[in-house]
Each structure stands twice: as C-alpha cells, then as structure tokens.
C-alpha cells in the first residue's frame, strides 16, 4: 500500500480481511476518513486535514489525544516492569484504588475488572442485600447466562437474575 494512501484504499485494503473494513461498526462513517494523528482537542486525516474531535473515542479521551502526563505514566509502567502479574495483590492497583477511593466521596472500596461477565461476582453479597432492602422478594433463577463461570445454583442462592437470563425461573411476587 502507498505511503500516503486515500480514506478508500484505506477501507478497501481493509476489506480484505475485517468485516466491512471496520473491527468496529461503531466507528464506520460515511463518507470514508482514515485518521492517522490525534492531538488534544483534534484529529489529522491521512490527507492532512485537522479536525475537532467531538466525538472523544466514546469518551475514553476526555483528556484528549496523546495527553504528555498520561503518555509519560504509560510509558513508565511499561518500562519500569509494572504489571498485574495474573495473581497476587499488586502494588499499582493498590494505589490506582487508593487514589479513586480518595478523590470519590461515595467510594468506599473499588475493584477492577477484565470482562463484563466478571462484575457479578465480587458485588454477589452487596447486591443482594442492597436488594433485599429494597424488595424483600426475591427474585432467582436456576440456569444462569451460558457465558457466566457461576454455577446456577450460586445464582439461585443469591438471588440475582443474571442479565440474558435463560431457563427456569421463581418469582415471589405480590
């Protein structure tokens, strides 16, 4: 491919091997525009043309592209050998958690984690008490969501109804 290839080569070229040309329907737009740099507040096409970027990445640039202290903290941790490691407590989510619970008044304690299908499990007891205060009825199920790694009836003891919720279920409604 060109050095300095037009939006549609870009997209055709693409084609080939994504879907649509786009690993994100989200981000298909009409007509075609290849972005090549991010800056603060703008984007550059591969032609050179600046844009105000009002769209943010769906938000995760509040700070805008390429901000320096965050660049310079990335850069950090990937050179200075930090990492979560796959087990054991680590120093950094330590402090990341540290420095949320400080600066959120209504955060008391926080958690992070990789996929959705993982946010269930550490708030199983929190929400059910929340729930139960709220709606002493319980509703249960007793086949949870295929993707989830909980047995049906942790589920069921819980009391929470997963989200695509498949199979029986028991309400105990007025």
Known sequence: MDKNPSSETVLEHNRRYIPGGISSVNRSIDPAITFVKGEGAYLWDNEGKRYIDYHAGFAPYFLGHNFAPVNQAAAAALTGGDSLFGAGPSIAEGRLAELICENVPAAEKVTFLNTGSEAPEPGEGLLTTVASAIAPRTISCAETFP????????????????????????????
């Not at 003891?157 to 028991?170: D, K, M, Q, Y």
Request: aromatic share 0%; proline share 11%; no cysteine.
């Open 147 to 174: 993707a989830t790694s909980r047995p049906a009836d942790k589920a069921t003891a819980t009391g929470l109804l997963p989200i695509g919720l498949s199979g029986n279920t028991r309400r105990d409604l007025p």
